[in-house]
């Protein structure tokens, strides 16, 4: 079995970010990666981003899965790339890969081991466990969710099978659902809608973060790791 699967599901306004982030994360590897594979998800009327793609597969092993779910539009086509992925995973990778990271186009990895961080609390987890992220206080108490952005069960679908039947964004519209079986964990951040960041924590224990809508962040990464962009 394979420890991760990284999903990175994008449309055409994500492919001027895919480039950049696939140079972070094959730059932060000294190696060809064994335990994790990486499966690009473009929306249904995108195409993958051949530099991207050709960048990821010097570390990885990389394929593409282009979603099938017809809606272009926020939240929609969100949910659609969700639940086509792990719908994909369940008829055709049932049993391959151990845990899987959804990866959005505005998450960035800050730690050279992030991965392995990250793996490392998916099996030490409860196994009554099917997601690990950044729980997020949006709206107050009611609106407290698992950020999307976060460590699945391959099997999240056998779990919640309507996780993305709901109209509104799907982690937070089917949040009560989802917290039982979620657990936060330090390794992931959130910050939401972050611009012109200063600085970014390099105390070992945040690995990975999501939210960041400019350069800023990967900007510093790739400087503090001698990673060319």
Aim: some cysteine; glycine content about 8%; aromatic content about 10%.
């Amino acid at each position: 079995m394979i420890d991760l699967l990284i999903i990175i599901p994008f449309w055409s306004g994500d492919k001027k970010r895919l480039l950049p982030l696939s140079k972070i994360v094959t730059g932060l590897e000294p190696h060809p990666v064994q335990d994790t594979h990486i499966m690009l998800v473009p929306r249904q009327d995108c195409e993958a981003h051949q530099g991207a793609l050709a960048q990821f597969r010097t570390k990885f092993h990389t394929f593409v899965m282009q979603s099938r779910s017809p809606s272009r539009e926020y939240p929609d086509s969100t949910n659609g790339m969700f639940f086509s992925s792990y719908q994909y995973l369940r008829t055709f990778c049932k049993g391959k890969y151990d845990a899987t990271l959804w990866m959005e186009a505005d998450m960035c990895p800050i730690d050279k081991f992030w991965r392995k961080k990250l793996i490392a609390a998916w099996k030490s987890r409860n196994p009554n466990i099917f997601a690990m992220g950044h729980i997020f206080p949006a709206g107050g108490a009611d609106g407290t969710h698992l950020n999307g952005g976060a460590l699945w069960s391959p099997a999240i679908l056998d779990r919640i099978p309507d996780i993305c039947s709901a109209r509104g964004a799907w982690d937070w519209t089917n949040r009560n659902k989802i917290l039982p079986v979620a657990q936060g964990i330090d390794g992931i951040h959130y910050w939401h809608h972050a611009r012109n960041v200063p600085s970014y924590p390099k105390d070992g224990k945040t690995v990975l973060i999501h939210g960041v809508k400019d350069d800023s962040l990967i900007d510093m990464v790739a400087a503090d790791n001698g990673i060319k962009l």
